[in-house]
């Protein structure tokens, strides 16, 4: 077998494959002696049918399965071995009519080759980097929360912002009675959240209530009329509950309030794990630190929009093969024709192009996304995970295991891989050009946002 390449343009290449009998052949007749194996045919014992009977049933579909396969691995193997940097896939140039006998064929694949862009990235080019400096409002905030979290709920006496009112449901008649028919709604054990309703008139009714009060309000408009939640209000089914509009009187039996955590060294503890911090100063710097690792993942993010939009616009005129990928996407597209082609490759052009910059960067850049790497970002996926819930000082071998439940989505791991090596491109950006380091508020850091 002789592979060749013809560049046919700057972008543009042709492989071509010759196909001798010597390189098919053997192979066909041991595909042909297994389905002489497995398969009956009529008038011939299994294992015992003449190969000329075996050629003349499969013979075409078996020479056309084997010399696809054959062909199409040489082709990838040229690409490797010569490490061509093509686009999309190799696209067939003819379709060959296979005859019976055994003879030389010849195979031609188009392919679309990506082009050589400048992009050396070193100490004269310069990217800025924005810090979002820690205020104090955020500290203030960021601590309210996690002595809320890690907070307990105490009976109270009058009602206060996220209290839990419990008590007697009665529906109501149209005049402001107490409906007492036999089909009336009562929930005895009612549990509500005035705070977390979605209409503040309805919250409002509950301002100032005290164990003992009877509060009216409408349960259908506290939750716009969403079916979930007023089911679980009115402890009844779904398509039940849709229905009920009414106002009821909610007798107020217990309330209970939400009391925020001290600053204990259990809190510490449960915070950052047992003894890492031991009074309020060193809870003031662990927390600044929180904060900031939390906002890095913003500045990072604009650093990167930075990086992109610059090579972008540094590669615009770069010449990449629009006939050739755009035959490609309707290859394996289904949606997409002769007719839109030109739209939709439109909105695609930028993701190509910068998808060929990252790959040529990486190469240049010398970096390799390595499992150790995968691993950690799934880790820190999983420890975000379990933040969320108020769970911070979890050992590694937990958070090291739900990582390895994360990356065993294949999907999920498909996604982590890309981040991991658009991370580590950027970080190798970073250490290979300038970088002016500069401390904004988040007011500003949003400003420079949104006009990136």
């Known amino acids: 077998m002789n592979v060749t390449f013809d560049k046919t343009s700057d972008v543009t290449g042709k492989i071509i494959v010759n196909v001798e009998p010597a390189d098919y052949t053997e192979t066909v007749k041991k595909e042909l002696k297994k389905i002489a194996a497995t398969h009956v045919i009529p008038g011939f014992r299994k294992g015992h049918v003449p190969m000329d009977q075996l050629r003349r049933r499969f013979g075409k579909q078996v020479k056309s399965d084997v010399i696809n396969d054959v062909v199409y691995r040489e082709v990838f193997k040229y690409i490797q071995d010569n490490k061509l940097d093509i686009l999309g896939q190799p696209l067939p140039l003819d379709v060959k009519e296979l005859t019976d006998a055994d003879e030389a064929y010849t195979f031609s694949y188009e392919v679309g080759l990506a082009p050589k862009l400048d992009l050396e990235i070193n100490k004269d ?94 349960p259908f408009n506290s939750c716009n009329g969403n079916e979930a939640e007023l089911a679980s209000m009115l402890n009844m089914d779904k398509a039940v509950a849709a229905n009920v509009k009414s106002d009821f009187e909610f007798a107020v039996s217990e309330i209970i309030v939400l009391r925020p955590a001290e600053h204990t060294q259990e809190f510490f503890d449960q915070v950052f794990g047992a003894d890492k911090v031991h009074n309020e100063e060193e809870y003031t710097a662990e927390l600044t630190k929180m ?68 790959g040529q960067l990486m190469e240049q850049l010398g970096v390799k996304v390595t499992e150790e790497a995968v691993l950690a970002n799934a880790k820190s996926i999983a420890y975000n995970q379990f933040a969320q819930y108020g769970m911070t000082n979890l050992g590694d071998d937990v958070i090291t ?43 500003r850091f949003k400003e420079i946002a949104q006009a990136q």
Not at 180 to 204: M, R, S, W
Not at 406 to 429: H, K, S, T
């Open 125 to 218: 080019i310069t990217f800025p980097y924005y810090t979002i400096e820690v205020s104090d409002e955020m500290r203030a905030e960021q601590d309210k929360m996690m002595r809320e979290r890690l907070g307990s709920q105490q009976p109270g006496e009058e009602f206060e912002d996220k209290a839990l009112v419990k008590g007697v449901m009665m529906e109501l008649n149209a005049d402001g009675t107490v409906n007492e028919t036999e089909n009336a709604i009562q929930v005895l054990n009612a549990i509500v959240g005035p705070t977390f309703f979605k209409n503040a008139d309805e919250t409002a009714k509950f301002q100032g209530c005290k164990v003992g009060d009877k509060v009216v309000f409408n």
């Open 291 to 358: 904060i900031a690792h939390a906002l890095e993942g913003n500045s990072n993010s604009l650093f990167a929009a930075d990086v992109r939009k610059n090579l972008l616009e540094r590669c615009a005129n770069a010449a990449i093969p629009v006939e050739f990928l755009k035959k490609w996407l309707i290859s394996r597209n289904e949606g997409l024709n002769a007719e839109n082609i030109d739209e939709e490759f439109e909105k695609m052009r930028e993701g190509l192009l910068w998808q060929i910059i990252k």
């Open 401 to 443: 295991e739900h990582a390895k439940r994360i990356l065993a989505n294949e999907e999920y791991r498909e996604q982590i891989v890309e981040n991991v090596a658009e991370n580590l491109l950027y970080d190798a950006i970073r250490n290979a050009s300038t970088i002016d380091n500069q401390s904004v508020s988040l007011d």
